[in-house]
């Protein structure tokens, strides 16, 4: 299988407080993981690309100031979310992929529910 | 920006009727995917269409992918009330980026 778990499942924080999502791949290594961010009744949409090693690659409109990832090794990638405010609570989802190529699938965590108050 | 328009947006139906989700773009993709995803959980990938033209089946459920890899469709049938969940389907473009890019989405509901 390609098993990919996030923790923690959901959290409440306060207004300006950080918090940190892990994302894992148990049982491969994955040398890319994104991260996508899904409002209620809406799809997913991408936030960010990241490879091992090497820093993260943003999507437009993305502050990547506010959103830091953390790419260590093959099988986690954290993202952080700083000063998070009332606006950032949303279901954040990790994907993660063996290679880099276009017919790499990507396999889905279970997301993290973030709600700010 | 959306490249992948899914129709139709919602759609209740009673157990045992067939349908057909539409996931269409002005764009060639590479290879295109269909998840489904249940409330509270991330999505879980059904099946990866990559030559035009082609078709998967999984048990009742049949994808087909565009003779010019431009659309794709997915037909249920003999619809069960197990199949209710958001349909998204994730297209890869040809540019070198290995991107998904999400559908719309597809809010399906199957009623006993």
């Known amino acids: 299988g390609a098993v990919v778990s996030q923790h923690p499942s959901w959290v409440i924080c306060k207004s300006g407080t950080s918090v940190k999502i892990e994302c894992r791949s148990l049982?491969?290594?994955?040398?890319?993981m994104f991260w996508y961010r899904q409002f209620p009744k809406q799809s997913l949409m991408l936030m960010a690309t990241s490879n091992e090693g090497s820093k993260a690659t943003y999507e437009q409109g993305v502050e990547k100031d506010k959103f830091l990832i953390n790419h260590a090794s093959l099988t986690l990638s954290t993202l952080t979310v700083t000063s998070a405010h009332p606006e950032d609570s949303s279901f954040y989802i990790c994907s993660a992929a063996r290679g880099r190529g276009s017919t790499d699938t990507q396999y889905f965590g279970p997301g993290t529910r973030l709600t700010v108050l | 920006t959306q490249l992948l328009e899914q129709s139709p947006q919602f759609l209740s139906i009673q157990e045992g009727e067939n349908l057909t989700v539409y996931c269409n773009s002005s764009s060639v993709f590479s290879s295109l995917q269909w998840y489904r995803q249940e409330p509270g959980e991330g999505p879980v990938l059904l099946v990866t269409?990559?030559?035009?033209?082609e078709v998967k089946k999984l048990k009742r459920l049949t994808f087909q992918f565009g003779d010019a890899r431009k659309d794709s469709s997915l037909h249920i049938t003999a619809a069960q009330p197990g199949d209710t969940g958001l349909y998204l389907c994730?297209?890869?473009?040809?540019?070198?980026?290995?991107?998904?890019?999400f559908g719309t989405g597809t809010r399906l509901k199957v009623l006993a």
């Open positions: 994730a297209g890869v473009k040809p540019s070198g980026t290995y991107k998904y890019i």
């Open positions: 049982d491969f290594q994955a040398t890319t």
């Open positions: 269409v990559v030559t035009g033209g």
